[in-house]
């Protein structure tokens, strides 16, 4: 079984595309990329580089509403096209560590799975999490600012 990567929804990615409300009810705020090392984009799962126009928005990476049912800032291309699903790690995981986390089929954290991981390790602990029946999917974080990156399922 190998853990599976994948981009943010489409359907979310055309609603904050379009200017339609985030999470919070505001309107995606439109930002251009600066010098640096770029921006993660969670629908390409590439960073994005210097001058490329990117939306910010509070979303909510789950279904349903429940006390675990965080929300938080995540950058997304004002363009382009998603990534496919991959079983390799997203090229946008350039820190050295990120929180992974598992959650069951109720969309609540699993207490005791959540860990910083290496990121060279993500792969390895993403299948130790998946090869638990009670683990729905994962979730891969910022370490340093609890920001969702992107969900892990079974392949």
Known sequence: MQPVFLPLPEAATARYRAGLPDAYGLTPERRVVGPGDGVPCRNSLQRLP??????????RPFDGL???TETGPIFLAAEGAAAA???DLPPFL???SYITRAY???ERILYGTGSVTRT???IARCTELLSDP????V???SASNNCFHCRVERG
């Open 50 to 59: 210097e001058g490329a126009e990117y939306l910010i928005v509070a979303h």
């Open 66 to 68: 429940n006390p675990y």
């Open 85 to 87: 699903p991959s079983s």
């Open 94 to 96: 350039t820190a050295p």
């Open 104 to 106: 069951g089929r109720d």
């Open 120 to 122: 060279e390790d993500i």
């Open 134 to 137: 009670q683990v729905a999917f």
């Open 139 to 141: 979730h891969i974080r």
